[in-house]
């Protein structure tokens, strides 16, 4: 409990001076720094932080998991008894109050009110252009997500949290739009699409869905090519508007 923000010193280079080791790897060297004794030789180079003892079959970790991590010191093998994440903001200082305090000031600076926030959001032809611009401000929006839930789409964060709006889920918000048949007006093929594009995000949220690449993903590649599906709408145009439903 940092009480009287003690850690912010930690940024202060006039409290603890400059870092002791600054490592810049090349693209074909490992990422963990070396070890150096007192004498400046490297020392415990030979050694693989990924290499999982007494497997030789995955010396890079299991496959489709992250590699386990080991630290050494001198050699020998350490543990991570306990771990402090910290955050700086954009300007590089250390962000000492909570993480959904920060987020609520950054927002606040960009959009004075919830309308403000909604009129430039139902406005924007790519919701994820905002994102981008917050994230520039310095809003953690993944971060966030960690505290306030997973199954919440960065549109229901940013309410919930900056203009304290009660969320609902990518479930619930999917639900919503099936409750007012709006795909009713489509044909058949154009209707599938918008439904596997919904359940897109209800599974993984809006920045998803926006991008075209989602029509070269399972399931919608079942329904043909990009342009093939395109053509179920018109055209480009008329599926953007259509998709933007689900959006």
């Not at 693209?27 to 150096?36: I, R």
């Not at 000031?105 to 790519?126: G, P």
Request: net charge negative; glycine share 6%.
């Amino acid at each position: 409990m940092d009480f009287r923000q003690a850690t912010a010193l930690f940024a202060d280079p006039d409290f603890d001076g400059d870092p002791v080791q600054i490592y810049e790897p090349a693209d074909d060297e490992s990422v963990v720094p070396p070890v150096e004794d007192g004498d400046g030789t490297i020392v415990g180079d030979d050694i693989n932080p990924y290499q999982v003892d007494g497997d030789p079959d995955f010396p890079d970790g299991p496959t489709g998991n992250p590699p386990p991590v080991k630290y050494y010191v001198e050699n020998v093998e350490v543990s991570v008894a306990t771990e402090r994440v910290q955050y700086l903001d954009a300007s590089g200082k250390l962000i000492t109050e909570s993480l959904r305090d920060y987020t609520r000031n950054a927002v606040l600076k960009e959009y004075a009110s919830l309308d403000d926030f909604l009129t430039v959001w139902n406005d924007a032809e790519r919701k994820q252009a905002i994102l981008e611009e917050l994230a520039e401000k310095g809003v953690f929006l993944d971060e966030l997500a960690d505290h306030v839930g997973r199954d919440y789409d960065a549109f229901d964060l940013i309410c919930h949290v900056a203009f304290d709006q009660p969320p609902l889920t990518r479930q619930e918000r999917a639900d919503k739009v099936k409750k007012r048949n709006v795909f009713a007006k489509y044909g058949d093929q154009a209707r599938a699409v918008l439904e596997a594009l919904l359940q897109k995000y209800s599974d993984s949220g809006i920045t998803s869905v926006e991008s075209m690449d989602i029509l070269k993903v399972d399931p919608l590649t079942d329904f043909g090519t990009p342009m093939e599906i395109i053509k179920f709408f018109g055209d480009k145009n008329t599926y953007g508007k259509a998709s933007g439903v689900v959006r």
